[in-house]
């Protein structure tokens, strides 16, 4: 397989991964985070369901799109420098699949905010 081939197999593929992580994260916490909205939001849990898939996809698909082939941060590179090496294709994936990681860890981190918030507002309506 050339290099060029490969280049675009690989993109799909870990494209693919990202975003099969992205839903994965989301079928672990969709249980948990309905079973919370349930309790506190109450008749709004279908719309926060809605909302979790769409950040773990889009968090998934922004940290992918993130990192870039061609720009190295010093200079852009022309697209026969990109192909001509395969350690730095595979090296480019790897930084695509672990940025994304980092996305979909910000995300939780956001939603653990967002629910903890939500948990201490209601704890001092019910005290009042």
């Not at 693919?16 to 008749?43: D, H, K, Q, W």
């Not at 001509?84 to 996305?103: C, F, G, I, M, P």
Request: glycine share 8%.
């Amino acid at each position: 397989m050339s290099n060029d081939s490969y280049l675009i197999a690989s993109y799909f593929s870990f494209l693919a991964l990202t975003l099969a992580m992205g839903f994965a994260v989301y079928l672990v916490l969709r249980r948990p985070v309905e079973r919370f909205a349930e309790a506190v939001v109450g008749a709004h849990s279908r719309t926060i369901r809605g909302i979790l898939s769409s950040t773990m996809l889009l968090a998934a698909m922004a940290g992918f799109f993130g990192i870039s082939y061609t720009n190295t941060g010093c200079g852009n590179l022309k697209y026969e420098d990109v192909v001509k090496d395969r350690s730095y294709l595979h090296e480019t994936n790897r930084k695509q699949v672990h940025n994304s990681a980092n996305w979909l860890l910000g995300v939780i981190v956001v939603w653990s905010v967002a629910g903890l918030v939500i948990v201490i507002v209601a704890q001092k309506r019910e005290s009042e």
